[in-house]
């Protein structure tokens, strides 16, 4: 990873992708950092739930349901079906248990405790090794514009199923919100710093757009290192193709490599994606290649295997 470094690893982090990524690298590296995004956090009956901290928190502590890639495995919809007796909408599919995550949370945060002091708390419950860090302790919320209206994205997603051509995308709060001060300390200090694979526009675009973070990304970029959530022209999962093409992004490695092109010096793409790397390459990143399709333990730690061994920074 770095020759006489203390093998810290800093990862920005949401969504799927990254609880797999991050899951390979715990197995093989004592000090992770979690920075996570905040933008997906929706308020639903009164509860707030952060998708992307929870999903990272049941991930690790083995507790996420696999097949969905959120909430909790063979968790029960009791609460939601009194819900919907109450005469509620009931599209976005808060289990029993998943729901005391964020009923515990939100009388924690009307209790005067921050994100980041409840997510320590939750770590420790839940007996999670890494440090999951929010970005801020602000709100960001994540809006997509469709021709139906501007939405929260949890709305665009879940309950329109992201069937509407997206027009545009909007971080409502990024530009005021206070970085957390514990994630700049931890992309300062770490050895390397790996933008996850995770969608760059929904998941890694709303912690870029906070100006604390991007400033000490652009600082050290020589040792930030994205791994791509894309295979040829298609994310593993999501939609961050369709987020891309919105936003004039060409939907490969290389439209990512460019995106992030001024806070990130190395990728890693999938060896399918090869024919890819000179193109990269003139845009002054260096480029890795090897299997980034992270369907099982094997293959989360594979990739963690090749990050410490194979990428220099
Ligand atoms: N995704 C869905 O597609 N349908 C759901 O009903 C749903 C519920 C849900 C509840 C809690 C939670 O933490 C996540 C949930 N997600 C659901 C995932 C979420 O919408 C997104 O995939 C993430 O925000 C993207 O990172």
Redesign the pocket.
């Known amino acids: 990873m770095v020759l006489g470094g203390n093998g810290m690893i800093t990862v920005l982090a ?3 992708g990254s609880v797999k990524l991050v899951r390979g690298l715990v197995s093989h590296e004592s000090k992770i950092n979690v920075i996570s ?1 905040v933008g ?1 956090n929706y308020w639903l009956y009164g509860l707030y ?4 901290i ?2 990272m928190v049941y991930g690790l502590a083995d507790l996420l349901d696999q097949d ?4 909790v495995k063979k968790d029960t919809f009791n609460f939601l079906r009194q819900m919907e007796v109450f005469g509620e909408e009931t ?4 289990g029993d248990r ?1 729901a005391a995550t964020h009923l515990i949370r939100t009388n924690m945060l009307k209790n005067g405790k921050n994100l980041s002091e409840i997510t320590k708390w939750m770590c420790e419950k839940f007996a999670v090794s890494a440090n999951i860090i929010p970005v801020t302790d602000n709100s960001i919320e994540t809006r997509i514009t469709t021709d139906k209206g501007e939405m929260h ?2 709305e665009f ?2 309950k329109h199923r992201g069937r509407d051509p997206v027009e545009g995308i909007q971080y409502i709060g990024a530009d005021k919100a206070r970085p957390n001060p514990e994630a700049v300390n931890a992309i300062h200090d770490a050895d390397m710093i790996i933008l996850a694979p ?2 760059p526009l ?2 890694i675009g709303p912690m870029l757009q906070i100006k604390g973070i991007r400033k000490e990304m652009i600082k050290l970029k020589k040792k930030v290192v994205a791994v791509s959530p894309l295979i040829g022209n298609d994310a593993v999962t ?1 939609p961050a193709a369709k987020y891309m093409e919105a936003a004039g992004i060409e939907t490969n490695a290389y439209g990512l490599a460019k995106m992030y092109s001024d806070v990130c010096s190395n990728i890693i793409i999938d060896t399918k994606d090869k024919q890819l790397v000179k193109k990269i390459q003139d845009l002054d990143i260096k480029v890795y290649d090897t299997k980034i399709l992270l369907k099982n333990k094997t293959a989360e730690d594979a990739l963690a295997h090749f990050i410490k061994k194979q990428v220099r920074v």
């Open positions: 949401g969504g799927t995004n997906d739930v952060c998708p992307d929870d999903t969905k890639g959120w909430g599209w976005f599919r808060v998943d994205l949890q997603w879940v995770g969608n929904t998941s999501g």
